[in-house]
């Protein structure tokens, strides 16, 4: 009958008014050349025909459909899926997204090979909106420094071993009943415990709406990520003032408007942060230096101001001798100076 034997990847598929896009997504999980998984969609009261079209593929015995009782958000169906995961590793995926078809077997082979790894993801390429790559830090040090400051993994393309739920009882805290900053919660504790590393390839299309939906997401969501990144400061070690975590907080996220605070506030802050690391080892101390030159470069290079004049500033600090922007970068940056400087 259905599901006879384990699979080796069970995939969580949590489904919310997603009709639009959700067989494209749950095609590309069942057309997938990794053929060990099974598929555990989880309807979350949906008000659109979402669960109807999930039951449609019931028929293929290595999908599961679960539909909550009551709306109860993200981490909840994550949680619920979980419960229900027989595989070796358990695969996120979102109900609008598009995974590529040797995304799982990519992920298997990784974290076959990388025993010390618990949990790892991919890079993603947009579409709909925008077609940017979505890249992320590849190695574990490179990921704990960057978890400072926001997520450090693609969430949809996520990957990890079952025995994270097993041996340190790590679940989604379903008190966050919006998607916003779950993930970036749950990693954040995952980071404490295990091994966090990325694929620096393309293993998932992403989706992206336009700007008029997203404000208000990307608003819940850094408020949410604010919260987190105070307690992975805490738990960092370093000290600091209620000024600097709101310097921290405005450089963690795209578009890094400073508005009040200078760029000096900016490097002295962040050569404190790698200055600490130095003494403490949280993470490798070269992987958290490039981590926060980079920082300080996308600082400078967002903000240009005709008075201060952040190439000059860029140049001048420290920290730049620690990043190598590429070519491309570097010439819109003396681009936009020279036309702030002569407009």
């Not at 604010?226 to 307690?231: A, G, L, S, V």
């Not at 003396?334 to 002569?342: I, M, T, W």
């Amino acid at each position: 009958m259905k599901r006879l034997s384990p699979p080796i990847v069970s995939v969580i598929l949590p489904v919310f008014n997603a009709e639009q896009y959700l067989s494209e997504a749950i095609e590309s999980i069942l057309n997938q050349t990794f053929r060990s998984i099974e598929l555990i969609l989880v309807d979350d009261c949906s008000t659109d025909n979402s669960l109807a079209i999930a039951r449609n593929y019931e028929a293929d015995p290595r999908v599961q459909v679960l539909a909550n009782a009551q709306n109860r958000g993200r981490s909840f169906s994550d949680n619920y899926g979980a419960e229900h995961a027989r595989g070796r590793y358990i695969a996120k995926m979102d109900a609008d997204d598009v995974a590529l078809p040797h995304r799982l077997q990519a992920q298997v082979d990784f974290l076959e090979k990388n025993p010390s790894v618990g949990l790892s993801s991919g890079f993603m390429q947009a579409f709909g909106e925008s077609d940017i790559v979505y890249t992320y830090p590849v190695t574990t040090d490179e990921v704990r420094s960057f978890l400072l400051f926001n997520m450090p993994v693609a969430n949809p393309a996520v990957c990890f071993r079952r025995s994270l739920l097993e041996e340190y009882g790590l679940r989604y805290d379903d008190t966050i009943q919006d998607t916003f900053g779950e993930d970036y919660e749950f990693i954040a504790r995952a980071a404490q415990v295990v091994g966090i590393a990325n694929q620096p390839e393309v293993l998932l299309n992403y989706r992206t709406l336009p700007q008029s939906v997203k404000a208000d997401v990307h608003a819940r969501r850094n408020a949410k990520s604010n919260q987190i990144r105070e307690k992975l400061l805490q738990g960092f070690g370093i000290p600091f003032t209620a000024r600097e975590l709101h310097v921290h907080n405005t450089i963690s996220y795209y578009p890094f408007t400073l508005g009040d605070i200078s760029l000096a506030e900016v490097h002295t802050w962040l050569w404190k942060m790698q200055a600490h690391n130095q003494e403490q080892r949280y993470a490798e101390p070269a992987a958290m230096l490039r981590c926060v030159a980079e920082r300080w470069f996308l600082t400078c290079y967002l903000n240009p101001d005709k008075q201060t004049n952040s190439l000059n500033e860029y140049r001048r600090q420290e920290l730049a001798r620690h990043f190598k922007p590429t070519t491309k970068q570097y010439g819109k940056f003396l681009l936009k100076s020279f036309v702030l400087r002569h407009i």
